[in-house]
């Protein structure tokens, strides 16, 4: 080696310092905390519980309910269930399999006179327990989880010195200079991750293929996704506000919109008029950086993502989001200088994944919408 530097044949675990440049990253890959390491290439999670329990009714006769396989199960005699959509209350009378008797417990206030015969969805609301009770007797809470899995991707960015950006007097050592092309190099690699958490499909490796990690478009569209087609009208609050329901009534907590500048000024547009602005010497102009979810008071924040496409906009709950190293592979730096090498080289190298829990009831996609451009170009004419 013709250079040295006081890290030369050392292997540095740039984990906790990529972790400090993904927060501070003002794009999607900040709502990606570290989770734990990945045992395998193959990443499984268990989805969470986070609606309410319930029971699907296939059909109805009289006070029987014909459930779907397996979801019997989740009922015990005595357990209370109320039909979605209406106030009265259904006791568990008898269980035979997935077939359930039920008889009216308390009306409360509801018209309802007979059971659907097609069924319905029927929300668990408790189940009573006697004193005493034993092992068994309790609600059986095995079926209610499932299993989703993503897979890890190799990361890799070189990092290199020529003898003569080394020779140049410039401040600061080599040391120093490295540093900095590292901290250069993970913020680039961090651009490529929030793509590849965005737009990144899954795939398996086997032999001949590469790995590749899912992202948000792979786990938060397709079948059972939650979707609102905007059919080209401006992004407003209407819109905002109808797919935060969604997400609501599927048990998440929407706190984040999430779409590109041009439709983040758009939502802004429809709020100056309600804007309480202050006097300052200093700075003018406005922007809408929280807005207030009418369904349940709290506040979203809007995040504002250049990757993201300009007719897309996605209600989130971050909360089941996460990033995962494959044990022993955390991003970490390593001497590569080759013999005769004019100048240092040293490389970057990982193996992660990304952890969508339960992204099709976290996560609602509004599609459609007109394009940013053009909505501001109308607001201007107004």
């Known amino acids: 080696m013709l250079y040295t530097y006081s890290f030369a044949n050392t292997r540095r675990d740039l984990a906790d310092i990529f972790s400090s440049v993904i927060k501070d990253e003002p794009r999607f890959i900040s709502n990606f905390k570290r989770v734990a390491d990945a045992t395998a290439r193959k990443h499984e999670w268990l989805e969470d519980q986070i609606s309410g329990r319930a029971v699907t009714a296939l059909s109805a006769s009289g006070n029987t309910l014909t459930l779907s396989s397996g979801e019997g199960k989740k009922l015990r005699q005595g357990t209370l269930v109320t039909l979605e959509g209406d106030s009265a209350l259904f006791a568990v009378k008898s269980i035979n399999k997935d ?6 417990a308390s009306a409360n206030g509801s018209a309802l006179s007979a059971l659907p015969a097609e069924g319905g969805i029927f929300k668990i609301v408790s189940t009573p327990m006697e004193e005493a009770t034993v092992n068994g007797d309790g609600e059986e809470n095995c079926a ?9 991707q190799i990361f890799r960015k070189e990092i290199v010195l020529s003898g003569s950006a080394l020779a140049v007097g410039v401040w600061g050592n080599a040391d120093n200079q490295l540093n900095r092309q590292t901290a250069v190099a993970l913020a680039d690699l961090s651009r490529d991750l929030n793509r590849v958490a965005l737009f990144g499909r899954r795939i398996e490796v086997s ?22 087609d905007a059919k080209s009208a401006v992004l407003d609050s209407f ?56 369904i349940n008071g709290r506040g979203l924040t809007v995040m504002a993502d250049p990757d993201v496409p300009d007719t897309d906009c996605w209600l989130i709950d971050p909360s089941g989001f996460g990033l995962s190293n494959l044990r022993g592979r955390a991003i970490s730096d390593s001497d590569s200088t080759p013999k005769g090498f004019d100048g240092i080289r040293r490389t970057a190298l990982g193996e992660l ?23 501001l170009a109308s607001f201007r004419a107004a």
Do not use: H
């Not at 077939?99 to 009216?104: I, Q």
């Not at 209610?144 to 890890?152: E, I, Q, R, S």
């Not at 804007?275 to 207030?292: E, F, K, M, N, T």
């Not at 099709?360 to 394009?371: E, S, T």
């Open 99 to 104: 077939e359930v008797t039920v008889e009216l």
């Open 144 to 152: 209610l989880a499932g299993v989703n899995y993503n897979c890890t």
């Open 207 to 228: 032999a001949g293929v590469r790995g590749e990690a899912g992202g948000l478009y792979a786990f938060a569209t397709g079948a059972g996704a939650l979707e609102i």
């Open 239 to 294: 819109l905002v506000n109808d797919a935060a329901q969604m997400v609501m009534a599927e048990g998440g907590e929407p706190m984040q919109i999430l779409c590109s500048p041009g439709q983040a000024r758009v939502i802004s547009c429809e709020y100056k008029d309600r804007l309480q602005v202050l006097r300052s010497d200093d700075r003018r102009g406005a922007y809408v950086a929280v807005i207030v979810n009418e």
């Open 353 to 375: 994944t990304f952890e969508f829990k339960n992204a099709k009831q976290r996560c609602c996609r509004i599609r459609g919408l007109a394009a940013s451009a053009a909505a």
